[in-house]
């Protein structure tokens, strides 16, 4: 199997920063595409961010851009999201997603991390 563990959620004042990080482990071949979603209550899950493989190539949502910054360690199988000048609607629940190729399999797996809360509040 593989496990995707979310960390570095929490309080912070409007205008403060977060970085959260997503490690990837289990019987791991390789990691394709990785990317951070965020579902806010009553809202539906929508993308924040992604990066590619080599991390040659990002994208983001239009509401994070220059704000928010995804990179990722292949070294370590794991992405991060730099949050920064964040705003009361950055508050949602955030996941990050990898998708996957086990060892001694062919096809690519998407995968979910069980969620962080980040609250922007004063």
């Known amino acids: 199997q593989v496990q995707l563990v979310e960390s570095g959620g929490g309080l912070v004042q409007p205008g403060g920063s977060l970085r959260l990080s997503c490690a990837a482990s289990g019987s791991i071949f390789s990691i394709n595409a990785m990317g951070w979603y965020r579902q806010a209550p009553g809202k539906q899950r929508e993308l924040v961010a992604g990066?590619?493989?080599?991390?040659?190539?990002?994208n983001y949502a239009d509401s994070v851009k220059g704000r928010f910054a995804i990179s990722r360690d292949n070294a370590k199988n794991t992405v991060y999201l730099q949050m920064n000048s964040l705003k009361r609607e950055d508050t949602a629940v955030y996941y990050c997603?990898?998708?996957?190729?086990?060892?001694?399999?062919?096809?690519?797996?998407?995968?979910w991390g069980q969620g962080t809360q980040v609250t922007v509040s004063s």
């Open positions: 997603k990898a998708d996957v190729r086990r060892i001694g399999a062919t096809l690519v797996v998407s995968n």
């Open positions: 990066i590619t493989r080599d991390g040659s190539s990002t």
